[in-house]
């Protein structure tokens, strides 16, 4: 699976990506009942495409883009964010090879085999995803960012939590 670096002539597909994978009212990423609003914004991934420390990397399938993943070094660990996979590609691999992919590309160009990630806490499916990949509980949890922009929580309950993986 090859994984390339983005451009900003690819901002206006990631933002769409990200929102409708989380946002959206299919595939299995959604969010959408627990929380409203969009997921990122113009401006989130304008700063993931230009800022030189963060690598948002895209796949794309016969021109399509179909899942984008960002690392952002920091310290010994590669931050992990961003990570989409368009809702009519799930459920077909594509987002463990991604995940697998990204890892590798952080190790070999980074320097860095510790990845860190945060869920939302009341996602336990995705949290049982990412611990079948090797990630574990860190039980670092906060409350949901709703400072960072990425959309208003239904309930005053939800939490998100970061998950680790060392290589």
């Keep these: 699976m090859k994984l390339e670096l983005s451009n900003i002539n690819q901002l206006n597909d990631i933002l769409d990506l990200v929102n409708l994978a989380y946002r959206g009212n ?9 929380v409203d609003g969009a997921r990122t914004s113009t401006r989130a991934i304008r700063h993931a495409i230009e800022d030189p ?10 021109g399509d883009l179909r899942s984008c993943i ?3 070094p920091k310290s010994d660990k ?5 990570f989409a996979v368009h809702p009519g590609a799930q459920g077909k691999g594509i987002g463990t090879q991604i995940l697998a992919t990204a890892e590798a590309y952080a190790t070999t160009n980074l320097g860095l085999s510790k990845y860190v990630m945060a869920v939302i ?3 336990v ?6 611990e079948r990949r090797g990630y574990v509980r860190s039980e670092n949890i906060e409350p949901y960012p709703v400072h960072l922009d990425a959309g208003i ?6 939490t998100i939590e970061y ?3 060392n290589v």
């Design 153 to 158: 929580p239904k309930t005053d309950r939800l």
């Design 26 to 34: 299919k595939g299995w990423t959604t969010e959408a009942d627990i």
């Design 78 to 82: 590669a931050y992990i964010g961003l």
């Design 70 to 72: 960002c690392l952002y």
């Design 125 to 130: 499916e995705l949290i049982c995803y990412y």
């Design 53 to 62: 420390r963060s690598h948002l990397l895209v796949y794309t399938e016969n």
């Design 163 to 165: 998950l680790e993986k």
């Design 121 to 123: 806490s009341q996602r």
